[in-house]
């Protein structure tokens, strides 16, 4: 059984950074796909950022190189690094788990297997 937690989330100010961090735990971290998404009040979850089990990246429409994914296989640990924050980047961020080799690609929330609890990250002017 996978289990994901998240850390790193707070209270930034517009323009800053904050890094998120998931701890990944049970199996085989090597034979997952992870993700990071997003959900803000009222809004359906977002696509953030995803990457393959051989660091392979993607990341969302909105995200204009602000952002980046990255993983530690000898850590099984996906971090977030999330710069020039703007208001609009405020919401509940949660770290997911797909199997590989499953297909269907990395954007899709329906796609993944396992979900963290999420963090909260809020972006103030």
């Known amino acids: 059984q996978v289990q994901l937690v998240e850390s790193g989330g707070g209270v930034v100010e517009a323009g800053g950074s904050l890094t998120l961090s998931c701890a990944f735990s049970g199996v085989d971290f090597n034979s997952y796909n992870m993700g990071w998404f997003r959900q803000a009040p009222g809004l359906e979850r977002e696509f953030v950022a995803g990457?393959?089990?051989?660091?392979?990246?993607y990341y969302g429409n909105f995200v204009n190189d602000r952002f980046t994914i990255d993983r530690d296989n000898a850590k099984n640990t996906v971090t977030l690094q999330m710069n020039n924050l703007k208001v609009e980047d405020t919401a509940v961020y949660y770290c997911?788990?797909?199997?590989?080799?499953?297909?269907?690609?990395?954007?899709?929330?329906?796609?993944?297997?396992?979900w963290g609890q999420g963090t909260q990250v809020t972006v103030s002017t």
């Open positions: 997911a788990a797909k199997e590989w080799p499953r297909g269907g690609g990395l954007r899709a929330s329906d796609e993944y297997d396992y």
């Open positions: 990457i393959e089990w051989h660091s392979q990246r």
